[in-house]
């Protein structure tokens, strides 16, 4: 049985979570970028890369929505978590409200480009419609499996620089702090998972997440591909030509499902923590670029760490 040390504080709620490789010095911050205004300039805003342009532009399409169903899994259980992961699921709200908000401003730009992303919409509603009907307990555990996948994809655009080479300078900025915040809060939905099933076996709890991270993965590969194809197709690319294109971006070059294989498989391995590798370094790698941008960040929120003077309002321009 896994349950909980036995260190109950005066609420009667355990201090830590155990299994947690969450570290102990990581602040999780909101640092509220905008770029409503950072339109897209090209429909191509990866010039001359039409895939890489429809890979990005259909996993934007999910974000708005699928951001939201995170957030109002993780706020039910705010209060019944420990007092320290409670301050970072509120950090982990902000942080994903926000990236909520700029990708509705990007998906609408994707639009003004002239592409058509109903049914991608559709298809995603009817999938988070899905996940609705079901158990509480499993909108969590999809949570935190679809919440592993966006933190591999994650380290990995901000660790391979072939993604936004050619890239609109804005856009790429925002993708970057985008992954940047997913890393800093990768591991909020399976602490919280963790402290909800403590008292679960070992056993029951590897089936569950093993389950849903199986078929979510393959429901999430097979959508975005679809919902690839659908741009693809507005761009006159279709058929055997689409195939080959897209095969090439995923496993060859620059070979996001390729590269990110190893680390999704390490999910199903015993003792499993999205902080078992420690990649804070992307974040300042991520952020290295970011000099010229915004921060507005809000100070009276009192679990949300500022990095550094630099971040204070005021003192760089906005970008929108
Ligand atoms: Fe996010
Ligand atoms: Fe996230």
């Known amino acids: 049985m896994d349950t909980d040390p036995s260190h109950p504080d005066l609420a009667g709620k355990p201090l830590e979570i155990k299994k947690s490789a969450t570290p102990s010095d990581l602040h999780i911050q909101s640092r509220n970028r905008h770029f409503a205004s950072a339109s897209i300039e090209n429909r191509d805003w990866i010039r001359d890369d039409p895939y890489g342009t429809a890979f990005f532009n259909a996993l934007s399409v999910t974000f708005p929505k699928g951001e939201t169903f995170f957030i109002e899994v993780l706020k039910k259980y705010r209060k019944d978590v420990p007092e320290k992961l409670a ?6 709200i902000r942080q994903e409200m926000v990236h909520s908000r700029e990708h509705a401003f990007f998906n609408r730009h994707v639009t003004d480009v002239g592409y058509d992303i109903t ?43 072939a993604y936004f080479e050619n890239a609109d300078e804005n856009q790429k900025n925002m993708w970057l702090w985008h992954a940047s915040e997913e890393i800093e809060h990768k591991g909020v939905a399976y602490d919280t998972w963790l402290h909800v099933t403590r008292d679960w076996s070992r056993s029951k709890r590897w089936a569950m997440k093993s389950l849903f991270m199986a078929r979510i993965s393959l429901g999430f590969a097979k959508n975005r591909a679809k919902g690839i194809f659908d741009l693809l197709r507005q761009d006159g690319l279709k058929g055997h030509r689409a195939w080959f294109g897209l095969a090439r971006y995923a496993l060859a070059s620059p070979g996001p499902f390729r590269r990110t294989l190893v680390p999704w498989f390490k999910f199903f391995l015993p003792g499993f923590h999205p902080w078992n590798i420690d990649d804070r370094e992307l974040v300042q790698l991520a952020e290295s670029d970011y000099e010229a941008a915004i921060m507005d960040q809000p100070r009276d929120e009192e679990s949300v760490t500022e990095i550094g003077d630099r971040r204070k309002p005021g003192r760089l321009p906005r970008v929108a």
Do not use: Y
Request: charged share 20%; hydrophobic share 50%; glycine share 4%.
């Open 87 to 92: 301050g970072e699921v509120a950090a982990f």
């Open 119 to 161: 049914r991608l919409e559709k298809n995603l509603s009817d999938v988070i419609d899905g996940f609705r009907s079901l158990p509480a307990i499993h909108h969590l555990v999809a949570t935190m499996c679809l919440e592993h996948l966006t933190a591999i994809m994650a380290a990995e655009f901000i660790s391979n620089p």
